[in-house]
Nanobody, 120 residues
């Protein structure tokens, strides 16, 4: 069982930056693929980025967002730069026991989400 807790969300102006963190429980964190997804009301959860032995990004965030992990701290990060109003969403961290994928349904564990609001 893995528990995930996101933090770092908030309100920021367009063009600004935020760094999200996701702290994971468990001693096998380094073996999990980790992903970030986001969701706005009325829409499906959308893939943002993932990390296993390689990195994956949605086209909409490529060049602006960076996913990274610190296995010693059991933490995965999402550095978000050049934020746009359309980045506004609840951001979720997810863990998967196999390789990274863009499919939300393939992830085994989810955090509770953290709100990111980008004002224009």
């Amino acid at each position: 069982q893995v528990q995930l807790v996101e933090s770092g969300g908030g309100l920021v102006q367009a063009g600004g930056s935020l760094r999200l963190s996701c702290a994971a429980s468990g001693r096998t964190f380094s073996t999990y693929a980790m992903g970030w997804f986001r969701q706005v009301p009325g829409k499906e959860r959308e893939f943002v980025a993932a990390i296993s032995w390689k990195l994956y990004y949605a086209d909409s965030v490529k060049g602006r967002f960076t996913i990274s992990r610190d296995n010693a701290k059991n933490t995965v990060y999402l550095q978000m730069n050049s934020l746009k109003p359309e980045d506004t969403a609840v951001y979720y961290c997810a863990a998967r026991e196999r390789g990274a994928t863009v499919a939300a349904g393939a992830y085994d564990y989810w955090g509770q989400g953290t709100q990111v609001t980008v004002s224009s």
